[in-house]
């Protein structure tokens, strides 16, 4: 402004009325000559810009300037003038490119040059604007504007170590100043100096609450240093002063997630995700949510958008590896798999695919994979693929510089009976070769091989000892050796030897104790049914086995929980009464029916229903469609599925949940009975058992219902 001021001045002084109040008188006989004497084009053309300047109309002298200067060469003042009405008009690029020019002529103008200098800074063109002022300090080391403008031109270059002392400095001089308050902020928390950057973070908070930018910048800084919880407060007013701010959104739900409130951060995340459907990270995020809730089919759904959206993303394939691996589903698992190794090649990602083609019996292909690794858990999937083909010496043959190591010959111990005789035999002198260390990172392999009595002489840690002496089956002492243990192996191991026991109330507590991570990988689900079958609560057994198969339909631990279930109540299991479309196979449809079937179309569904009302397929396919949006539609097409195949367990396990969503107690204790007590009833070997358990429903019937 300043300049602009002093360059108004210049533009008065120049002008005609100026000139002959201040210069000395003309001689008389020169008057006519010289009004006579025709003016130049180019000066009408710059006394015309300079005039549009004083009325402040600086489109028309900007143009005007432009014309003069596309005429007249050499003509530097103008080129000076046309800049700062340039500057003036916020053309920021121009008003640089014309002073560039002006200071190769002019290279002394210190106005035209700090000018220049704030330009290129505010333009992000940092390393040109450095040079422009370290050349101004270099010619006058006070001149503080061109200080304040160096500290900013490090800052914005992420030099923070240099930008410190200047912008100390600056701040001192400008200290109402808050860019470079702010600037100085983030540099302290970039050189982790938190307590000072602290102090400058709570004053723009306190300056500027209202302000967008302030609010954003003072969260990101907290969050970098990792004050969660002193971000939060501020997140959710950014959010809420600004519900078009999305970042805020996003790193509220983060924050929220890690404070273990998965609902607002779902809430959030979603808020986000309206405005920003396509941002592959949120996606990610919210499927992780649901994830760990155990929600596979929306998770499936958010990250298969997530790798439509961007192809080469490795982690969405990842996760989707990851559902169809906990869904059995080995050959999908295969496919993302190697779709992510082709993208990005990595030791984990081949050790993934190695194990899915094992189990899927690809042999050749999974050693293919594993050729070039040479860590343990390479070693351990190499030999259970030479154990399953039987060639044994071929591993111990191969030309791995560590194949006949200690790694190996826990290994392959199980499978040969000479190697787990050298192991016994050599333990004690690989005790004192390796170092404890070593040997206690194969504490289980050992301990399974039935050398758990030699490794109690080491010390071990609790959990690895109490895991030996359950091994040898000294459960007692094992759970006496976890006492005052509170880790997460801890609480697994304490609610496996409880289950096993039959301690139904110890093992629950510890189960439940462990983290949603467990849930996910099926732990807590399988020893809280393992704990509830040994405690004799096999009614829910059958009750929850077949939740677990729903999700994983080829999940043999469930189905051996199942029979076992069945065989203590003396009954027949019939494996595919518990499949997720249990009742009568029907056969192979064609044409347009399979098409509607197959699509899962809700109205191609409906279209099918009103030609055949007896489809059980596409009544079960309905019901789960409508199971959000439209319950009473599902509740009515599962009741008419039920009518027509009674035996349909998995329709009578998503009768009596959406009873239970619907608050119809009444209706939903009514289909728990009929669905595990009834048939149980009908069989004499268990009808005790089944009579009491049913009398105990019978109960909770009635007291709902009113009836003393």
């Known amino acids: 402004m300043i300049l602009f001021v002093l360059f108004l001045l210049g533009l008065i002084i120049a002008s005609p009325g100026w000139a002959q109040e201040s210069s000395p008188p003309v001689p008389e006989g020169r008057v006519e000559l010289e009004l006579e004497a025709p003016t130049p084009a180019w000066r009408r053309l710059w006394d015309e810009a300079r005039d549009f300047v004083r009325r402040g109309d600086l489109l028309a002298a900007a143009e005007t300037y432009r014309k003069l200067l596309s005429q007249r060469q050499g003509l530097d003042q103008a080129r000076w003038e046309y800049a700062q009405v340039l500057e003036r008009l916020e053309k920021t690029d121009e008003a640089?490119?014309?002073?560039?020019?002006?200071?190769?002529?002019?290279?002394d103008n210190r106005e035209a040059r700090s000018l220049l200098a704030t330009l290129l800074l505010k333009k992000g063109f940092f390393p040109q604007a450095e040079e422009q002022f370290r050349r101004l300090l270099a010619e006058d080391p006070e001149d503080s504007t061109a200080r304040r403008g160096l500290a900013l031109a490090l800052y914005g270059q992420g030099r923070f170590a240099e930008a410190l002392p200047f912008l100390r400095e600056s701040l001192s001089l400008f200290p109402k100043d808050l860019e470079l308050k702010r600037a100085l902020a983030f540099t302290l928390v970039s050189l982790k100096k938190t307590s000072q950057a602290t102090v400058y973070l709570r004053d723009l908070y306190l300056a500027g609450e209202r302000d967008r930018m302030i609010l954003k910048d003072y969260a990101q800084s907290l969050l970098i240093m990792g004050k969660t919880s002193e971000a939060l407060p501020v997140l959710r007013q950014l959010a809420a002063s600004?519900?078009?701010?999305?970042?805020?959104?996003?790193?509220?739900?983060?924050?929220?997630?890690?404070?273990?409130?998965?609902?607002?951060?779902?809430?959030?995340?979603?808020?986000?995700l309206r405005r920003h459907p396509r941002d592959t990270k949120a996606l990610k995020t919210l499927g992780k949510?649901?994830?760990?809730?155990?929600?596979?089919?929306?998770?499936?759904?958010?990250?298969?958008?997530?790798?439509?959206?961007?192809?080469?993303?490795?982690?969405?394939?990842?996760?989707?590896?990851?559902?169809s691996e906990a869904r059995q589903l080995?050959?999908?698992?295969?496919?993302?798999?190697?779709?992510?190794?082709?993208?990005?090649?990595?030791?984990?990602?081949?050790?993934?695919?190695?194990?899915?083609?094992?189990r899927t019996r690809r042999y050749n292909e999974a050693?293919?994979?594993?050729?070039?690794?040479?860590?343990?858990?390479?070693?351990?999937?190499?030999?259970?693929?030479?154990?399953?083909?039987?060639?044994?010496?071929?591993?111990?043959?191969?030309?791995?510089?560590?194949?006949?190591?200690?790694?190996?010959?826990?290994?392959?111990a199980p499978f040969r009976p000479e190697l787990r005789d050298r192991l016994w035999a050599s333990l004690p002198e690989l005790i004192e070769k390796l170092g404890e260390d070593k040997i206690k990172t194969k504490i289980k392999a050992l301990a399974r091989l039935g050398l758990g009595s030699q490794l109690l002489s080491l010390d071990l840690p609790s959990v690895e000892r109490a895991w030996i002496l359950l091994q040898e089956g000294r459960s007692k002492e094992a759970i006496e050796a976890l006492s005052g243990e509170g880790s997460d192996e801890a609480l697994l191991l304490r609610a496996r030897i409880f289950s096993r026991k039959g301690y139904l109330k110890e093992a629950l507590k510890n189960i439940y104790a462990l983290p949603q991570t467990?849930?996910?990988?099926?732990?807590?689900?399988?020893?809280?049914?393992?704990?509830?079958?040994?405690?004799?609560?096999?009614?829910?057994?059958?009750?929850?086995?077949?939740?677990?198969?729903?999700?994983?339909?080829?999940?043999?631990?469930?189905?051996?929980l199942l029979k076992e279930a069945f065989h203590r109540f003396g009954l027949l299991f019939e494996e595919k009464a518990f499949s997720p479309l249990a009742g009568p196979l029907i056969p192979p449809l064609k044409g347009e029916v399979s098409s509607a079937l197959l699509s899962k179309d809700k109205k191609a569904l409906e279209r099918l229903l009103k030609r055949d009302s007896r489809n059980s397929q596409a009544l079960w396919l309905l019901a789960n469609i409508y199971r959000s949006t439209k319950p009473e539609l599902a509740i009515r097409h599962l009741n008419k599925l039920l009518n027509l195949y009674p035996r349909h367990y998995a329709a009578r396990l998503l009768l009596y949940e959406l009873y239970q969503e619907n608050n119809q107690r009444a209706a939903a204790l009514l289909v728990f009975r009929e669905t595990h007590f009834a048939p149980l009833c009908s069989f004499e070997p268990c009808r005790g058992k089944a009579l009491r358990a049913l009398s105990h429903w019978e109960e909770q019937f009635n007291r709902l219902l009113g009836i003393k």
Do not use: C
């Open 96 to 107: 640089i490119k014309e002073l560039e020019l002006y200071l190769e002529k002019s290279p």
């Open 242 to 272: 600004f519900p078009e701010e999305s970042w805020a959104h996003l790193e509220l739900a983060k924050v929220l997630l890690n404070r273990g409130e998965i609902q607002t951060a779902e809430k959030e995340l979603k808020v986000y």
């Open 289 to 323: 949510i649901y994830l760990d809730q155990g929600n596979l089919t929306l998770a499936l759904r958010l990250f298969s958008r997530a790798a439509s959206l961007n192809p080469q993303d490795t982690e969405a394939l990842d996760l989707l590896a990851m559902i």
């Open 330 to 358: 080995y050959r999908s698992a295969i496919r993302y798999l190697k779709k992510g190794l082709s993208l990005e090649d990595t030791p984990d990602r081949r050790l993934r695919l190695a194990r899915d083609l094992l």
């Open 367 to 412: 050693l293919k994979l594993l050729a070039p690794l040479e860590n343990p858990e390479a070693l351990r999937l190499k030999a259970q693929i030479y154990r399953r083909k039987g060639a044994y010496e071929q591993f111990l043959k191969s030309s791995s510089p560590i194949s006949e190591t200690f790694e190996v010959l826990i290994f392959l």
């Open 518 to 560: 467990y849930f996910f990988r099926e732990e807590r689900p399988r020893l809280e049914l393992l704990a509830r079958l040994y405690s004799g609560h096999l009614h829910e057994v059958l009750y929850l086995a077949p939740q677990r198969l729903s999700l994983t339909p080829n999940d043999g631990y469930y189905y051996g």
